[in-house]
């Protein structure tokens, strides 16, 4: 890659990010099916622009919080995928030990401050930490993921007022995929939708194709500048398509077969991996990125199947006990 333009490397980057993202989420996925991984993986296969386009626009210091489709969210934030997969197969070195599955994936030393398995309860955590970062005047900012089945829940009112009315530093970034669970989210959401409602509480929203990782990039890159800036919270629409069903186990018959094939032709990788070759970069060199984080998930599982089980006694770490009776 040598000679290649700082941008041209940066997009590089975004392309390593995204075919790590695919390739873990492929092996989560198998590994559910295959039994090797107890629990429900929600895979995000389609949706890998959204993460990396925005996550590429911050520090390793600003937090982000995810939902239970957050494998993305956390890999593109700088989370180890390693940890991550002991983690979603219960093994000690997992990133919460092997007590909190694919639903839960934390790593506070990169700013990830957690995936959720309730829908919308990273809203009104990403506002109290952006609470928090103003309180103590930490030059940081939160990017909250969220999906357009969360807009139709109390957390997000609640959260789009409490930023808005205290101009808190978050960046709110809906993936809307267009599916809540297994149903059409526009037969179940009333109104304009959630730009719409987001601007209702004085939240500033801006609509980006969540399929185009550049484009989410340069959206996302003029939204932080202005919340770095004190501009107050802003609300980042992106419009995506899960490939995949709500969980690896679900075959998405609810879809028409012709708008998923639809959807895959808008896949984020190939479209940058197009502009890169465009730029000059060797489609071998593209294919071998794709087969180094394939190799890389792939040797994650391996060690995954092969690390031990947490000691039993770790059952009793990491578990709150202020407040509790004597």
């Known amino acids: 890659m040598s000679g290649t333009s700082n941008e041209t490397a940066r997009r590089m980057a975004m392309l390593r990010d995204m075919a790590r993202i695919r390739a873990f ?43 239970h489709r957050g494998h993305g969210h956390a890999i593109a934030k700088g989370a180890d995928a390693r940890a991550m997969m002991l983690e979603l ?20 030393a990169v700013g990830m401050l957690g995936a959720n398995g309730v829908v919308g309860a990273g809203i009104p955590i990403a506002c109290g930490a952006a609470q928090a970062i103003r309180l103590t005047k930490e030059d940081a900012i939160v990017a909250c993921f969220f999906g357009d089945g969360a807009v139709n829940r109390g957390p997000f009112l609640e959260g789009m007022n409490w930023a808005a009315l205290y101009r808190l530093p978050v960046l709110f970034v809906c993936e809307d995929n267009g599916f809540a669970a297994f149903t059409r989210n526009s037969a179940v959401t009333a109104g304009g939708g959630p730009a719409v409602r ?9 609509a980006v194709d969540g399929e185009d ?14 919340i770095r800036a004190g501009a107050g919270p802003q609300f980042l629409h ?18 028409p077969a012709d708008e998923a094939a639809a959807a895959r032709g808008r896949d984020a990788i190939r479209r940058l991996a197009a502009v890169l070759e465009a730029e000059g970069i060797a489609a071998g060199e593209i294919a071998g990125i794709e087969a180094q984080a394939a190799a890389e998930m792939a040797s994650h599982r ?10 039993p006694g770790a059952a009793y770490s990491d578990v709150q006990d202020a407040g509790a009776p004597a």
């Open 213 to 226: 990782v550049l484009a989410v990039d340069a959206v996302t890159a003029d939204l932080v500048a202005r």
């Open 198 to 206: 987001a601007e209702a509480c004085g939240v500033p929203a801006t």
């Open 89 to 108: 197969h219960g093994r000690a070195g997992g990133s919460c030990g092997g007590k909190g599955g694919s639903m839960h994936i934390a790593d506070f």
């Open 302 to 311: 391996a060690a995954a199947m092969a690390a031990p089980w947490p000691d």
């Open 25 to 67: 989420e492929r092996e989560a996925v198998a590994a559910m099916r295959s039994g090797e991984a107890p629990g429900v993986v929600h895979p995000s296969i389609g949706q890998e622009g959204v993460a990396v386009g925005v996550c590429a626009n911050l520090k390793r210091a600003d937090r982000i919080t995810s939902t």
């Open 238 to 255: 992106a419009i995506c398509y899960r490939w995949e069903g709500h969980t690896g186990t679900d075959a998405a018959a609810y879809r």
